[in-house]
């Protein structure tokens, strides 16, 4: 084969793809998007109500209180950075100091004999036995 006719077939093998993506590209170009309108009802179209069904046994899970028997299994007392690592089930907490343990539970200090929590007005206390 003569190298001229080869290197047609190159440029024609080449040419035909990419005469085929400029025409696409070009579609794509010049066609319009079919914006379609939308439907957004307005807020004060809505009407809430809300019915008090409450049976006895779930005024029974409102009223229980939730127990506060954590077992100190690491504790970091210090000035600024004190710490306390506490296990609960099957469950491990990290609280330092002024952070709330599962968001009900500031603790509040941590010492070498106790660790104390507030809820509101209420205080725990743990003893620390970690180490004795």
């Known amino acids: 084969m003569d190298f001229i006719k080869l290197k047609y077939i190159f440029i024609i093998a080449l040419a035909a793809p990419a005469l085929y993506l400029v025409g696409s590209n070009l579609n794509s170009i010049f066609s319009r998007p079919d914006i379609k309108d939308i439907y957004i009802p307005s807020i004060k179209d809505f009407t809430f109500k809300a019915e008090e069904n409450i ?39 990290f609280v330092s100091q002024g952070e709330k343990l599962e968001g009900i539970y500031e603790l509040i200090e941590v010492n070498q004999n106790e660790i104390i929590f507030r809820e509101n007005e209420k205080l725990y206390r743990i003893n620390n036995l970690v180490g004795k």
């Open 55 to 93: 049976s006895p046994q779930d005024s029974n899970d409102i009223n229980e209180i939730k127990s506060f028997d954590y077992k100190v299994i690491g504790y970091r007392a210090g000035m600024n950075d004190s710490s306390v690592i506490l296990k609960k089930g099957n469950k491990e907490y």
